[in-house]
């Protein structure tokens, strides 16, 4: 299995530019989540989707941010314009969803380090 | 809200000794899954244990075991035989086991092994 993957690995950009970052989950994974990793605030989850549809995205920032899902396989994170503030590591991650109270394990891309200058 | 604090910023143990890492919770919820998950340099986050609440045995793989105690929250993390690989940063984390999926992670704690 390919796992999560996702791109750029690295992204640099000025302060006002739009950044979008791609995602392409785990084959048959039904769950996708979008987390944000600095020194300050640690790892903390930005939004989560199932079957496509976001579930929780009281995690997202301000306005400035936003998710789509368009297919199972596919999802962005978009920040327009892009702060220095928003400079950390995004991690976007996977799981299969059972319902009923049963959840699998999220499994992790390797991450996108954004830096905003 | 969930609570996950991790105390130990830091650690570092000699090659081939054993290892805990501590964690406790807070939560007013009973079922839920508490898991660890490891940060190596390369910052791939790879998930190392998970445990159910509703489950009395502790969970093990290979070396790596947790002390779950319940009415205590606390969910730690043993290391046995510990190998220059294990070198990350270790994160707890806790996720409600209905309706929600979301994981709430603690601080870390930077382990180092030593050769």
């Known amino acids: 299995d390919a796992g999560v993957i996702q791109s750029p690995r690295h992204e640099v950009t000025e302060m006002g530019q739009e950044v979008t970052l791609r995602c392409k989950p785990i084959?048959?994974?039904?769950?996708l989540f979008w987390y944000r990793q600095t020194m300050m605030r640690g790892l903390e989850l930005l939004i989560y989707?199932?079957?496509?549809?976001?579930?929780?995205d009281s995690g997202m920032p301000e306005d400035r941010f936003s998710a789509k899902m368009p297919n199972a396989s596919f999802s962005t994170l978009k920040i327009q314009p892009s702060e220095p503030r928003d400079s950390a590591v995004y991690f976007c991650a996977s799981s299969l969803a059972r319902g009923g109270g049963s959840t699998d394990t999220q499994y992790f891309g390797p991450g996108t380090r954004l830096t905003v200058l | 809200a969930q609570t996950v604090t991790q105390s130990q910023p830091e650690m570092s143990v000699q090659e081939a000794e054993t290892v805990t890492l501590s964690c406790t919770y807070d939560t007013s919820e009973n079922n839920y899954y508490l898991f660890w998950y490891k940060q190596p340099p390369s910052r791939q986050m790879i998930l190392v244990i998970r445990?159910?609440?509703?489950?009395?045995q502790n969970a093990t793989e290979n070396r790596f075991s947790v002390n779950f105690q319940k009415a205590a929250k606390s969910f730690s993390l043993k290391i046995s035989d510990s190998q220059l690989g294990d070198t990350a940063m270790y994160f707890c984390?806790?996720?409600?086991?209905?309706?929600?999926?979301?994981?709430?992670f603690g601080t870390g704690t930077r382990l180092t092994i030593i050769p």
């Open positions: 445990q159910e609440a509703y489950k009395q």
């Open positions: 084959s048959g994974h039904n769950s």
């Open positions: 984390a806790f996720m409600f086991n209905f309706g929600n999926e979301k994981l709430t």
């Open positions: 989707f199932n079957n496509n549809v976001p579930i929780d």
